[in-house]
């Protein structure tokens, strides 16, 4: 991707974390994805007071692309309020994203708008993905 639309995706997923319902961890995350086609989608955090319950900035933009028929992720951005570290995604997300491709560019960002990318194998490095399942594996009677 090009600079400029680096640039705009992170501003998108700054935009997305000002909606975040984050009553009990004061923690905002914002997500902005793009499709092969150029589609965007965006995400924040959703907290619940049942902490299981809770929903990622990631999660919510994949699971918004994937609804609208979108299985093709080329980037996403993501953005929080940290301003000495790059946000970067817990480790569900990071399962979460490698589902749906292993070379996803993933800009971990600062609100100062700096960023450093990585892919989702790097981080996810030997994820287990769709391809596995394919897996020559032993019969169930140990054959």
């Known amino acids: 991707m090009d600079q400029d639309k680096i ?14 319902y984050c009553p ?4 905002r995350v914002g997500c902005a994805l793009i499709t092969e ?4 989608f965006t995400g ?3 907290e619940n007071v049942s902490y299981g ?3 990622c900035a990631e999660r919510t933009a994949i699971v918004k692309a994937i609804s609208e028929g979108h ?6 951005a993501i953005s929080s309020d940290m301003k000495n570290q790059f946000i970067t995604p817990c480790g569900m997300c990071r399962q979460f994203i490698f589902e749906f491709g292993k070379h996803i560019s ?8 700096s960023y450093e990318m990585e892919t989702s194998s790097q981080l996810l490095w030997k994820g287990f993905g769709p391809s596995d399942l394919a897996s ?5 009677n140990g054959s």
């Open 44 to 46: 924040c955090n959703v």
């Open 24 to 27: 009990y961890s004061k923690f």
């Open 71 to 76: 299985h093709n992720i080329k980037a996403l």
């Open 53 to 55: 319950l809770s929903i």
């Open 106 to 113: 993933i800009y971990q960002t600062k609100p100062d708008m």
């Open 136 to 140: 020559e594996r032993i019969s169930q």
């Open 7 to 20: 640039n705009e995706l992170i501003r998108v997923s700054q935009e997305a974390k000002e909606k975040a």
């Open 37 to 40: 086609d150029g589609s965007v």
